[in-house]
Nanobody
Framework: LSAAAGVWGGLVQAGGSLRLSCAAGPGRTFVNYIRGWFRQSPGMDREFVAAVSPSGRGTVYADSAKGRFTVSRDRDSADNTVYLQMNSLKPEDTGIYYC????????????????????WGKGTQVTVSS
């Protein structure tokens, strides 16, 4: 997996928006995987943010993300890209964001633990200034 932030490199003012994207690497599709996003703030454990089911029809969010973030996946794209649209960003959203995949054919979306993950993206820095 490879994760890339928006054109501005993931730096945004509080109240702003940013969209993260994560594409599967060459030869990978992750079609039968739950795809998710985690973040890790300085000095903190990596925490779950959002996940989307293999079908793309189901989503789950951490309480901190509900109402502000939207996770989606493009099953029609060759690299099965997954997105995280982040609106109304807060300084506490600052951290390194990782996309992740869990093998789960036909399963609904679910909140994920770090130990659930089969494949991690490299991570991308998001900085929200006050």
């Amino acid at each position: 997996l490879s994760a890339a932030a928006g054109v501005w490199g993931g730096l945004v003012q509080a109240g702003g928006s940013l969209r993260l994207s994560c594409a599967a690497g060459p030869g990978r599709t992750f079609v039968n995987y739950i795809r998710g996003w985690f973040r890790q703030s300085p000095g903190m454990d990596r925490e779950f943010v959002a996940a989307v089911s293999p079908s793309g029809r189901g989503t789950v969010y951490a309480d901190s993300a509900k109402g502000r973030f939207t996770v989606s996946r493009d099953r029609d794209s060759a690299d099965n890209t997954v997105y995280l649209q982040m609106n109304s960003l807060k300084p506490e959203d600052t951290g390194i964001y990782y996309c992740a995949a869990k093998w789960a054919p036909g399963r609904p979306a679910q909140a994920l633990a770090v130990t659930d993950i089969d494949d991690w993206g490299k991570g991308t820095q998001v900085t929200v200034s006050s």
